[in-house]
């Protein structure tokens, strides 16, 4: 039986061909790759508010009522990279618009994270041409 690997955010592993030796010590060292969806494990489940969706030029994000403050905003594309990247100042209540005419179509993921209190929220909006 071949040892096999397992651990969240990361593909399986089985290594192959492990060779030890009877009463010797064996290191064994695995390069394990992270899952390519690019999106950390998320700490809230409050879902954001985004509108319109789908969008062609803008996307206006409406976070929870107790979110505001200094933002990480990320956005990611549906092969788990990461396209955009960027802090923003967060006003309870207020939408947060983003231009999105540059993406190509299709689905991503925003996450806005706060930088001060640690909490995520996220979304999936649609770009249209």
Same mark, same amino acid.
């Given at each position: 039986?071949?040892?096999?690997?397992?651990?969240?955010?990361?593909?399986?592993?089985?290594?192959?061909?492990?060779?030890?030796?009877?009463?010797? $010590?064996?290191?064994?060292?695995?390069?394990?790759?992270?899952?390519?969806?690019?999106?950390?494990?998320? $700490?809230?489940?409050?879902?954001?508010?985004?509108?319109?969706?789908?969008?062609?030029?803008?996307? !206006?994000?409406?976070?929870?009522?107790?979110?505001?403050?200094?933002? !990480?905003?990320?956005?990611? !594309?549906?092969?788990?990279?990461?396209?955009?990247?960027? !802090?923003?100042?967060?006003?309870?209540?207020?939408?947060?618009?983003?231009?999105?005419?540059?993406?190509?179509?299709?689905?991503?993921?925003?996450?806005?994270?706060?930088?001060?209190?640690?909490?995520?929220?996220?979304?999936?909006?649609?770009?249209?041409?």
């Amino acid at each position: 039986m071949e040892p096999y690997f397992s651990a969240t955010g990361y593909r399986d592993t089985t290594v192959n061909n492990v060779i030890v030796a009877s009463g010797e $010590k064996t290191d064994l060292i695995v390069n394990m790759s992270l899952l390519p969806s690019g999106i950390e494990p998320v $700490k809230s489940t409050i879902p954001l508010m985004l509108y319109p969706n789908p969008s062609r030029g803008y996307l !206006n994000v409406v976070l929870p009522d107790l979110a505001s403050g200094r933002m !990480n905003v990320r956005i990611i !594309n549906q092969s788990g990279m990461l396209v955009s990247d960027y !802090n923003s100042d967060v006003v309870q209540g207020i939408p947060i618009a983003i231009e999105i005419r540059s993406l190509s179509p299709g689905t991503y993921t925003v996450e806005f994270s706060s930088i001060v209190a640690g909490t995520s929220y996220h979304g999936r909006f649609v770009v249209i041409k």
